[in-house]
């Protein structure tokens, strides 16, 4: 087979098996089922310098407040692995796991 045409087969088997085909077909406008918010639309702040040193849960429920819905917030120990991805629904507070306090400003991304 000729390299164009297996990489189009291995594209097209992605997104079957993602599911992002189904939701593509039921509302017939990709777009329109997205509600990761843009850049221009999310929250005028975007880092809590002022949570550092805070309990990872107290932090948590105080962003969780404080945003709009849709944004997500994730704990996260210091250290691990995360993507490299940005978006602009997710914030992550990294924290210590033996006392459990936020060790740097969580931030959007």
Known sequence: MRPRLV???????????????????????????????????MTQKNTWPELVGRKAEDAKAALEAELPTGMRVFLVPQGSMVTMDFRTDRIRVFYNEQTRLVVAPPRVG
Do not use: C, K, M
Request: aromatic share 6%; charged share 10%; hydrophobic share 60%.
């Open 7 to 41: 990489l189009a087969l291995l594209l097209a088997a992605v997104v079957v098996a993602s599911g992002a085909w189904a939701t593509i077909a039921a509302d017939g406008d990709p777009e329109q089922s997205l509600v990761v918010p843009q850049f221009d639309q």
